[in-house]
T-cell receptor
């Protein structure tokens, strides 16, 4: 099975712009989560989507938003970029097996805001 | 989710067993122990998880103490490719909802040739 894919892998944006990142989960996985990783804050949960609905949300401002499509692919959008948004953005998908969930992460999109 | 405590860093000789400890003294009865690792510049990788019994898969073994207040991840024959940051996470397992993982600072494991 192909793993989680994320596009683009690298991105440079200017402060004030907006950006959209894409994630394709493992085939058959319907849950997609997004995380932000920075050297100072570590890995922080952004939000999780399941069947096109946001099911769980972390403590990030409203500039961070996401959506999921009927094929489970997900996009994350950040509006009005700030320098502090420079980070590795990771997407993870989960199987819908009974009981427990393991998350499988993609390689991430490294966003640099200048 | 219960808080975990891990050593900041560890070294292990190549070919030896790497034993990574994790304390989770406030763990609840329905919380599972998960281990992930993150190799530099890659996304985290799921390794193993368990509730109260010891678990083994092709990557590692997980030993959970009888009182469940601590656990040890064992990489039986460490290779240079096992150099990574290892995260111990404790959370409730469920069929749906609450899919976030709370990562701590982890243990930076360095395999020495």
């Amino acid at each position: 099975k192909a793993g989680v894919t994320q596009t683009p892998r690298y991105l440079i944006k200017t402060r004030g712009q907006q950006v959209t990142l894409s994630c394709s989960p493992i085939s058959g996985h319907r849950s997609v989560s997004w995380y932000q990783q920075t050297p100072g804050q570590g890995l922080q949960f952004l939000f999780e989507y399941f069947s096109e609905t946001q099911r769980n949300k972390g403590n990030f401002p409203g500039r961070f938003s996401g959506r999921q499509f009927s094929n489970s692919r997900s996009e994350m959008n950040v509006s009005t970029l700030e320098l502090g948004d420079s980070a590795l953005y990771l997407c993870a998908s989960s199987p819908e097996s009974t009981g427990l969930y393991e998350q499988y992460f993609g390689p991430g999109t490294r966003l640099t805001v200048t | 989710d219960a808080k975990t405590t891990q050593p900041t860093s560890m070294d292990c000789a190549e070919g030896r067993a790497a034993n990574l400890p994790c304390n989770h003294s406030t763990i609840s009865g329905n919380e599972y122990v998960y281990w992930y690792r993150q190799i530099h510049s890659q996304g985290p990788q799921y390794i193993i998880h368990g509730l109260k019994n010891n678990e083994t898969n092709e990557m590692a073994s997980l030993i959970i103490t009888e009182d469940r207040k601590s656990s040890t991840l064992i990489l039986p024959h460490a290779t240079l490719r096992d150099t990574a940051v290892y995260y111990c996470i404790v959370r409730v397992g469920s069929n749906f909802g609450n899919e976030k993982l709370t990562f701590g600072t982890g243990t930076r494991l360095t395999i020495i040739p």
